[in-house]
């Protein structure tokens, strides 16, 4: 999974597409997640580095982890693939 080239991420976690002017507010640990799809990691990367960083279980980042790379893709914040 690719992130689109043309999508900003700010500091704060602000998401703006400039294809379709739509801008999203991500949390710290989604933000995190977004940068991490950016530099080309894979899932299984983002989830060692989160779970080692956060007290979450893999139960809880698989599923809180699909359901925000399905938002992106319903956003049309990833490349198809």
């Known amino acids: 999974m690719k992130l ?3 999508i900003a991420i ?3 976690g602000f998401v703006f597409d400039p294809n379709s ?3 999203y507010s991500l949390n710290s640990i989604g ?3 977004l940068e991490l ?3 080309g990691k894979s899932k299984s990367d ?3 580095h989160i779970l080692n960083k956060y007290d979450a279980d893999e139960f809880t980042f698989e599923r ?3 359901d925000f790379i ?3 893709k319903h956003h049309k914040i990833l490349e198809n693939e």
């Open 64 to 66: 809180n982890y699909d």
């Open 31 to 33: 933000k995190e997640i």
């Open 21 to 23: 002017g739509d801008s």
């Open 37 to 39: 799809v950016k530099l």
């Open 4 to 6: 689109k080239k043309n």
């Open 70 to 72: 399905d938002m992106l």
């Open 46 to 48: 983002i989830s060692f």
């Open 10 to 12: 700010s500091e704060t």
